[in-house]
């Protein structure tokens, strides 16, 4: 390839089209081997650019309140948590290994019941006020578990990981260990 | 573009922002959503408390509305404090955050090759923004997309024959060209 690349062959070249003509011109033009160079920055930049998806709808959700000045969503404190403490009787019969009260500030508590479930830990938990919030997350590194939480404050979360799980309920969040 | 303001200036929003005006606003922060939260979301935060930094970057930018008037120094500032909120989740949340493709964060203040990247990535995306969505479907399958689809994979995602990607893809090429030549360096934050 005697005469310089146009900018659009540059650009399949630095992004994975690899043409060999294209190749060597470059190694002997130190313009096209500059330009080149250009190619590259623009097709990371582009990548990494397009990679970002839209704002979520929290996202927008926390953005607009942010304008309008009213108070973000803050996560209400844990007053008491009482770690994994022993299952009751009643809770070992039922199959519980351990189990754990969490309170809040603003009166709001979680019972959780930790239980050995097929692929993982089943977690078993009522929430008062049962209206507190309609779901329960479970975050633990990649893994995310969500359950609806019925009308009397019930949820069931299946096939956690035992490891450090993070729950959020509502603007409440707490971490433990399964 | 996106937002209700699409061609309107940083500048303007900006200023109609401080008017009060809800358009504006929401057009100012889904110009630079993707910005602000791919900062912490690079630097390994879980989606959820990228978010919560992207709201403290919002509640921050309300506060400093008076004194940003130069909508070239958003960008810059928009980097910065979303860097100084993902440091400090990232301290709350006792996470090392030292991703492979980017300077580790040892503080509150970002690098300058970190900014630059950042500042590059946001360029490239309002230059985008601006040019036809055919335009920009094609370039993203051409260039921006990984892996390299082959021409062929191109042409059926376009629906068009293999042929006319040549013509078109250099017709898109000098709309974003042009887009990117027109979009001012970003400034410093006053």
Request: proline fraction near 7%.
């Amino acid at each position: 390839m005697r005469e310089h690349p146009e900018y659009a062959l540059l650009l399949d070249h630095v992004a994975g089209r690899e043409d060999p003509e294209v190749a060597v011109h470059i190694l002997g033009c130190a313009e096209c081997s500059a330009a080149a160079a250009q190619a590259r920055r623009l097709v990371e930049a582009g990548r990494r650019a397009m990679a970002e998806g839209k704002p979520s709808r929290r996202a927008m959700k926390l953005a607009m309140q942010a304008f309008r000045g009213e108070p973000a969503p803050s996560f209400l404190q844990l007053v008491f948590d009482s770690f994994l403490k022993p299952a009751t009787a009643e809770a070992i019969r039922a199959g519980a290994l351990s189990s754990r009260f969490l309170r809040f500030s603003g009166d709001v508590t979680v019972e959780l019941e930790i239980r050995e479930g097929g692929r993982g830990a089943e977690v078993r938990g009522q929430i008062s006020p049962g209206n507190f919030a309609p779901e329960v997350v479970a975050i633990s590194g990649k893994t995310r578990r969500r359950a609806k939480v019925g009308e009397d404050g019930t949820f069931v979360l299946r096939n956690l990981p035992r490891k450090t799980v993070e729950f959020r309920i509502g603007n409440t969040r707490a971490v433990t260990d399964l | 573009m996106v937002g209700p303001l699409p061609h309107t200036s940083d500048t303007d929003l900006l200023a109609r922002c401080r008017a009060d005006d809800q358009d504006a606003w929401r057009t100012l922060v889904e110009r630079y959503a993707a910005l602000v939260l791919s900062i912490p979301r690079r630097y390994g935060l879980r989606p959820e408390r990228a978010e919560d930094v992207f709201g403290e970057v919002c509640v921050a930018l309300v506060k400093a509305l008076p004194s940003i008037r130069d909508g070239q120094a958003l960008p810059q500032w928009l980097i910065r404090t979303a860097t100084r909120a993902t440091w400090e989740a990232a301290r709350k949340d006792r996470l090392a955050i030292t991703p492979d493709d980017l300077p580790p964060l040892t503080g509150a203040s970002p690098p300058d090759e970190m900014v630059e990247a950042f500042e590059e990535e946001q360029r490239v995306r309002t230059a985008l923004g601006r040019i036809a969505e055919r335009c920009r479907k094609l370039l993203h399958l051409l260039y921006f997309t990984a892996p390299t689809p082959s021409y062929d994979d191109v042409a059926r995602a376009m629906k068009m024959p293999r042929g006319s990607l040549g013509p078109t893809r250099a017709r898109c090429l000098e709309k974003l060209r042009a887009e990117l030549d027109g979009i001012p360096a970003s400034q410093e934050p006053s």
